[in-house]
């Protein structure tokens, strides 16, 4: 729907909110207190742990206070909020200009170092600290980066527009991020269905060594993880494991431009491009938008919420969380929000198992979606934890194709939270 | 408007598959058999169908309303698919107050009594169809003969002396019996004219559904291409042994009720294994059963037996077959 929208960047809002958790792992440790004047990039809550992440300043203002704030995930979190000045000052050393900066100077250590610094982020959906993919372990040979350019999920739009239109800078991302993992190749996994994206990367990828770009079949999952490197490598990450196991490392395209930005630029992860979309809309859109601006004024920007909503989906209708509040702020994580009508919000009542097998008919990962529901259901940890139940990528795939509607993500989600804490109490024992 | 959101864990989308889908789908694969039925044995077909469909759907409704006092389910498809199964397996003398025993056993024990759709172990119509056969062993094997040469509407009842004049036994009863009869042409017995149960009678009718279903993706292939291929290589090596004694494959392939067993009964979801492998271990055991019963014993036909012996063995399929995980072994 909106892939035809270019990306526009979102004016400033009168105040933001910035939570301190936008990664996964341990919340960064808040360095402003009420009161403090920042500047725009200005590093404003540090890494507290080996997988964590930087937190900067989007905006040029004053810190307000910092405060427990709800968040997309319905979780009270802690944030900085600030009243904005529309009259930006940049922190000293960010390039805000827009040439492009092919020659990478930086070693890379260095490219490690700035990453970290910077506090960029994977942007497909997981949020895991781009710096601690790039340390990798001895004895870990790792000879491909394979970038994500799936568009993990139906509806959202904003890697396709991003590889439109900012090519050349992700074509550099990649040739830093090649360098950082010492690697000769890298791999760019497009959608069959995303021609002119594939098309324009091929053509730029030619003027950038190592770099190719496979189409790719279209299917739902094909841009989770495992998935991705099965279809471009033929090789399958085992249970358990890490794609550093069979040698490669993967990133989203959004990753790779932000990774540009930060190393080239010295530019913080301070904003992100995201799609707002939905069928009742008078409009979609690809946004450029500043970390911690509220999503009501994005909405706003599309026509305002229409009469009949019914959900509002952050991130894409597979694996999004729908929103209790539009008064939450985009996160690095956010890739888009969905506005649903009621009707596409309904959900049919569950009915019985009727066992036709369809769940595991379509299970990317080749488990029996219908017997972790039930072991999920009845506290069945470990015959959850030995038929697999931690290999669920929660894709959703078995939910969307059953028949009698049964919530099976929902008790296997459960399942996996008490089989996790099962697994970690016996590790502690 | 804020008061009205939805809130609930991803997916947020639902594809449009559901059980009136696939109960549904599988009543229009079976309508090109009741057809034939209709046209072979005339409005006797018609008052079997009838009757059992209409006992099936108001025992079911009765039972949940009255005794479970649950949520109705009726209008789902599934009685109506285990009706249109049971008046399938049933010769068109059959007497009305049979059919609903039967329909009474099939719904109230095959599939109430385990707590209703999706909880029975057995295929329901089976059970009724079994029940029925040992209960009513005359009456279950009394075979009228089509009525294609004579005028549509001329069935006259159940006249024991008329009755008499228009039974034969079936293909496969002149087969373990030895009983008189002249075995009709292979081309007769695909279009469906031969003594038989309901649904049983034409192959072709029933392959047309059967395609219809897999084309749909009602069905998989697995389990009717492992039932017929087996049955289909034991019958053949029976009849390499001995031709004279042991009927040719062919002959088994499309006499009594295999492929009606083959697409409409092996396959219920509910009572057949849930992984591609287990389904072929469910399609080979119920092949080679179906031959052994044919074959060895004294009941001419063994496709129902043999179905609800591999519905007994579908939860040890389904423990000892697994899917192929991810990442479990690599690709070569």
Not at chain 2, 172 to 191: I, K, R, S
Request: a positive charge.
């Amino acid at each position: 729907m909106s892939a035809g929208e270019p990306i526009v960047s979102f004016p400033l809002p009168k105040q933001g909110v910035i939570p301190v958790t936008q990664h996964l792992g341990a919340p960064a440790k808040v360095l402003v207190k009420r009161g403090d004047t920042v500047k725009t990039g200005q590093l404003i809550a540090q890494t507290a742990g080996f997988i964590s992440a930087n937190v900067h300043s989007p905006f040029t203002g004053k810190v307000k206070k910092v405060d427990q704030t709800t968040d997309a995930s319905g979780y009270k979190r802690q944030a900085v909020i600030i009243d904005v000045d529309p009259q930006e000052q940049w922190e000293e050393g960010i390039d805000t200009s827009h040439d492009l900066l092919r020659e990478i100077t930086a070693d890379a250590k260095e490219i490690v170092e700035k990453i970290k610094a910077n506090g960029v982020v994977g942007l497909g959906g997981a949020t895991f600290p781009s710096h601690v993919k790039l340390m990798v372990p001895e004895g870990k040979d790792i000879r491909y980066l394979i970038i994500n350019g799936v568009e993990c999920e139906p509806y959202l739009t904003n890697d396709h527009r991003l590889m439109l239109e900012k090519a050349d800078e992700m074509m550099v991302g990649i040739q830093v991020l090649m360098k950082g993992l010492h690697v000769k190749k890298a791999i760019i996994g497009v959608e069959a269905n995303k021609m002119d994206a594939i098309k324009h990367l091929k053509d730029k990828a030619s003027h950038y060594e190592g770099i190719t770009v496979e189409p790719l079949k279209v299917k739902y999952p094909q841009g989770g993880e495992k998935q991705l490197i099965k279809a471009l490598i033929n090789r399958e990450v085992p249970s358990g494991k890490l794609p550093l196991d069979v040698g490669c490392v993967v990133n989203n395209v959004a990753t790779a431009f932000a990774v540009y930005e930060a190393v080239q630029k010295n530019k913080p992860l301070i904003d992100r491009v995201l799609t707002v979309t939905g069928k009742k809309l008078l409009k979609t859109a690809n946004l450029k938008v500043r970390i911690g601006t509220p999503v009501s004024q994005l909405l706003d920007h599309v026509g305002g919420l229409p009469e009949d909503t019914g959900k509002i989906v952050s991130g894409g209708p597979m694996t999004g969380k729908a929103l209790t509040t539009t008064e939450v702020p985009v996160v690095k994580g956010t890739a888009g929000i969905l506005v649903m009508d009621r009707e596409e919000a309904w959900k049919a009542t569950p009915r019985p198992c009727i066992r036709c097998a369809k769940c595991t008919q379509v299970c990317p990962q080749g488990l029996e979606p219908y017997l972790l529901h039930q072991y999920g259901e009845m506290k069945r940890t470990e015959e959850a934890e030995y038929d697999g139940i931690m290999d669920c990528i929660e894709c959703g795939s078995c939910n969307y194709t059953c028949p009698s509607a049964r919530p099976l993500l929902e008790y296997i989600r459960y399942g996996k939270a008490e089989t996790g804490q099962m697994i970690r109490n016996r590790k502690s024992n | 408007m804020k008061n009205t959101l939805t809130i609930s864990g991803s997916p947020h989308v639902h594809g449009s598959w559901t059980i009136e889908k696939a109960m549904y789908g599988v009543v229009l694969a079976m309508v090109p058999a009741m057809l034939v039925s209709f046209y072979m044995f005339g409005l006797g077909a018609v008052r079997v169908m009838l009757m059992s469909i209409v006992a099936c759907m108001v025992f079911e409704y009765v039972i949940q309303r009255y005794i479970i006092k649950g949520p109705v389910t009726i209008m789902d498809g599934s009685a109506l698919v285990t009706g249109i199964l049971l008046a399938f397996n049933l010769p068109t003398s059959i007497p009305s107050w049979m059919i609903i025993t039967g329909a009474l056993v099939a719904i109230g024990m095959g599939k109430m009594s385990f707590g209703g759709l999706g909880k029975n172990p057995f295929n329901p119509a089976l059970v009724g169809r079994v029940f029925m056969l040992i209960s009513f062993p005359a009456a279950m094997t009394t075979w009228p003969k089509p009525i294609v040469s004579r005028p549509f509407f001329s069935f006259q009842g159940l006249d024991e002396k008329v009755l008499d004049s228009i039974t034969g036994p079936t293909p496969l009863g002149m087969l373990t019996d030895g009983a008189d009869g002249t075995m009709p042409e292979y081309v007769n017995m695909l279009m469906g004219s031969m003594a038989g149960s309901l649904g049983e009678i034409s192959a072709l009718a029933l392959i047309i559904g059967g395609v219809y279903m897999l084309a749909r993706k009602i069905i998989t292939w697995h389990i009717p291409v492992a039932y017929l291929l087996s049955s289909f290589v034991f019958a053949g090596i029976l009849w390499a042994v001995d031709p004279t004694q042991y009927a040719d494959p062919m002959f088994h392939m499309i006499t009594g009720g295999l492929i009606l067993g083959v697409f409409f009964m092996a396959t219920d979801y509910v009572t057949s294994p849930m992984s591609a492998k287990g389904q072929i271990i469910f399609g080979v055991g119920a092949g080679v059963l179906t031959i052994l019963i044919r074959v060895f014993t004294p009941y001419p036909e063994g496709v129902s037996f043999a179905i609800l012996l591999m519905n007994a063995f579908t939860p040890l399929i389904n423990s000892a077959t697994k899917p192929k995980r991810f990442g479990e072994k690599q690709p070569a």
